[in-house]
């Protein structure tokens, strides 16, 4: 049997199957101006392959679901709960063997008796077995000798969809039929998360199947004249080493308008940010911007001594190319990206704060008390090849970020409803707060709307929400006005900053520009650099703790862009900031009486990101 990890000990019996029909959404009030719904679209269980042999999870689809709406379930041995609820969960357990590993809790099951399994139950062989898997993958295997991996995907997968719809409750829990397809060509994430809209889901496009994105595409056209509508949202693009948006196909050729049209019916969003890095942009992608070195991380997930090539691995950067792409494409678009935030957690349990979380494994309840670091580097070191460097494991430890959030802008906290929000791309990433924002845009808005109490309907009536298209620009227009709104987390740091991100082309040239739109304290922008003052910084490393007494609770604001050619197509996007506040690495240390790491940064300034909003000129 597997050893123990720190994680869980393991032993839990194979998962039950949950069922339930799925509620009745028709009773389900809907707001007027949408509200925004906080949930988790990236979550492992022990129903992962990796999540079970190398962590040792223990929760399942079940547990994930209770935990993720605010019930207590067990963990470590104690009982622990989410801070607070979440309003959505879909649970993407990779498609890839799914359910298959953990039937090694069966000791007469195929696996555990195939040498492949003996081989995951021997302690000195189990790492080396398990990257054999991987390598395997990463070629477009991953078949196990003498398992019929086939019928058993196929009962866990049906034991995923009835837990998904047993944990539905329309108005107060919105639950996914998910998974994660596991692309990942010579150590190059191409990792996509497919999410239904519905309570039925065909058997998982797997990457053994293939680890071709254009084909899992054309998988899902075909499931959605099946009556099986899905959406795919990629992953992690810091890692795919300039893949995920390269400027040619899996074949090495051009993107042409078919693959674009392709790509863009079946991919509008990607995450932006997670617990394995932001992938928003990378410093020697954005040189001008000060705040693009955030939850770095720049190399390959599985090699951590090979760097990831900036170009055409961060969202930012896809943003310009979509935009030069459109122009060889007849307008077709094939990067035009919304933004989501998630966890990637591989526990079960999906938590977002900054002291509940305890670095690669997942995270915990704050009430509980946090495990051993030390213990965690101890078994980081026995489970991951350590490569050249003898410290890559514990670098590798500290550089996971806490959790990320998804927020959705929609009437109602149902699966059509959300699912809708994601179609539209009116969503929003955190870095783990509940940040609420909003970003308008319209030829026509009042420079003075944020005083009307009735400004959001406005705003909906006169321009076009996060993720929309403007429409085209009327003859007595000089630029486009954006509407730019922020609230801090009612629990959270007080907010920095508001700025509008924007890209665009010039002269055939992707060109980027930061604008502080409003600020914090009165603080102005400085004429002469175009930066603004810090806020400053409250925190007190010794205690791991902030204060308030900076900031802003709200900030809002009407802009207008000072550079706009109406020949230049471009996209727009919002970006809010927080105070700094301490960084979960520093809140553990303090907790367990350990010196600072001088690896990664002390403090963090939380922050989220909106869905863009595009301007295309009638001639492109």
């Known amino acids: 049997m597997i050893k123990k990890t720190l994680a869980v000990a393991i032993g839990a019996a194979l998962i039950a199957s949950a069922t339930g029909s799925v509620a009745n959404e028709n009773h389900v009030s809907a707001g007027p101006n949408r509200e925004a719904f906080y949930g988790d679209l990236h979550l492992h269980t022990n129903y992962s392959f990796d999540a079970y042999v190398l962590f040792g999870a223990k929760a399942d689809p079940n547990d994930a679901y209770k935990f993720a709406r605010g019930e207590a379930v067990d963990y470590l041995g104690e009982k622990v709960k989410r801070h607070e609820p979440l309003d959505f969960l879909a649970v993407t357990d990779h498609s890839e063997n799914i359910g298959v590993f953990n039937t090694l809790e069966d000791p007469n099951s195929q696996l555990s008796q195939s040498d492949f399994g003996k081989a995951l139950q021997d302690d000195k062989e189990r790492t080396k077995t398990f990257l054999k898997l991987v390598g395997s993958l990463r070629k477009g295997g991953g078949g196990i000798p003498g398992v019929d991996s ?16 047993a944990h539905y409750q329309p108005g107060k829990f919105t639950t996914f039929v998910a998974y994660e397809w596991t692309a990942m060509p010579d150590g190059q994430n191409l990792h996509r998360n497919v999410i239904f809209k519905g309570d039925k889901a065909p058997n998982p496009f797997t990457a053994i199947d293939s680890d071709r994105p254009e084909d899992l595409w054309n998988f899902l056209e075909k499931s959605r004249k099946e009556g099986y509508e899905a959406l795919a949202i990629p992953h992690n693009s810091n890692a795919s080493n300039g893949l995920l948006f390269d400027w040619l196909d899996s074949n090495g050729r051009p993107i042409d308008q078919a693959y674009a049209e392709l790509r863009a ?12 890095g932001a992938s928003e942009t990378h410093p020697a992608l954005s040189p001008n911007d000060e705040f693009a070195k955030f939850e770095f991380y720049d190399h390959l997930l599985v090699n951590p001594d090979k760097k990831s090539k900036p170009e ?6 896809a943003l ?3 935009l030069a792409l459109a122009k060889r494409a007849n307008g077709v678009n094939p990067f035009k990206y919304g933004v989501v935030g998630a966890t990637d957690f591989h526990n079960g349990l999906t938590t977002s704060a900054e002291n509940a979380f305890v670095g690669t494994f997942g995270g915990i309840d704050p009430s509980k008390n946090i495990p051993n670091v030390e213990d965690f580097r101890n078994r980081l070191k026995n489970l991951l090849p350590a490569g050249p460097n003898p410290n890559t494991a514990d670098t590798s430890y500290l550089e ?7 927020g ?6 149902t699966r059509e409803s959300l699912y809708d929000g994601l179609r539209r791309k009116e969503t929003f990433a955190t870095s783990g707060t509940r940040l609420k924002f909003r970003f308008f845009s319209g030829w026509e808005i009042e420079n003075n709307i944020l005083k009307d109490k009735q400004w959001i309907q406005k705003a909906y009536a006169n321009g076009v929400p996060m993720g929309g298209d403007l429409p085209q620009k009327p003859a007595s227009a000089k630029a486009p006005k954006f509407v730019v709104w922020g609230q801090k987390d009612p629990n959270g740091a007080n907010l920095d900053r508001l700025q509008v991100v924007k890209v ?6 992707q060109v980027e520009k930061i604008f502080d739109i409003a600020l914090s304290d009165q603080r102005k922008v400085n004429s002469k650099t175009g930066l603004a003052p810090a806020v400053g910084n409250t925190v007190n490393l010794a205690t791991a703790t902030y204060e308030n007494s900076i900031g802003a609770t709200e900030l809002g604001s009407v802009w207008s862009d000072p550079e706009f050619n109406p020949a230049q197509p471009a996209a727009y996007y919002l970006r809010v900031l927080e105070i700094p506040t301490p960084r979960w690495s520093t809140i553990l240390a303090v907790k367990q009486g350990k010196p600072l790491s001088d690896l990664v940064p002390a403090t963090i300034q939380e922050r989220g990101w909106s869905s863009p909003i595009w301007y295309t000129p009638a001639k492109i």
Request: proline share 2%; net charge negative; charged share 25%.
């Open 150 to 165: 086939k019928a058993l995907s196929e009962s866990a997968w049906q034991r995923e969809i009835n837990a998904a719809n």
């Open 265 to 276: 019916s079946n991919e509008p969003l990607a995450e932006i940010s997670q617990n394995k």
């Open 312 to 317: 055409g691995s961060y969202v930012r950067d």
């Open 320 to 322: 310009g190319r979509g």
């Open 400 to 406: 996971n970020g806490s959790g990320n959030l998804t």
């Open 408 to 413: 959705i802008w929609a009437e109602q906290n």
């Open 504 to 509: 665009w082309l010039h002269e055939g040239k």
